[in-house]
Nanobody, 115 residues
């Protein structure tokens, strides 16, 4: 019943931009903090960005701060990740995560940054 479906991934050149979306259903979206995590080839999973349930507070991993922006729409039950100035090291599978007492994870969407 709980679903988190990521979309918007793809191939982009270094310096380019991409916008990821996550559509949530099956739970009370507005009660959950939302996050984006990623795991690149040969790398450990890392937090990319997080946002509180009302959208009032955001936080970012050091490697993406100033380049990425997380946002949410509690009417549409969606969370977004705007990625600018992309670098090859941003290449990873990006996961949407909903967190309250426990967490729900999406299946991920591939982002590849390459020329």
């Amino acid at each position: 019943q709980v679903q988190l479906v990521e979309s918007g991934g793809g191939l982009v050149q270094p310096g380019g931009s991409l916008r990821l979306s996550c559509a949530a259903s099956g739970f009370t979206f507005s009660r959950y903090a939302m996050s984006w995590y990623r795991q690149g080839p040969g790398k450990e999973r890392e937090l990319v960005a997080g946002i509180t349930n009302s959208g009032g507070i955001t936080n970012y991993g050091a490697s993406v701060k100033g380049r990425f922006t997380i946002s949410r729409d509690n009417v549409k039950n969606s969370v977004y990740l705007q990625m600018n100035s992309l670098k090859p090291e941003d290449t990873a599978i990006y996961y949407c995560v909903a967190s309250l007492i426990k967490s729900y994870w999406g299946q991920g969407t591939q982002v590849t940054v390459s020329s």
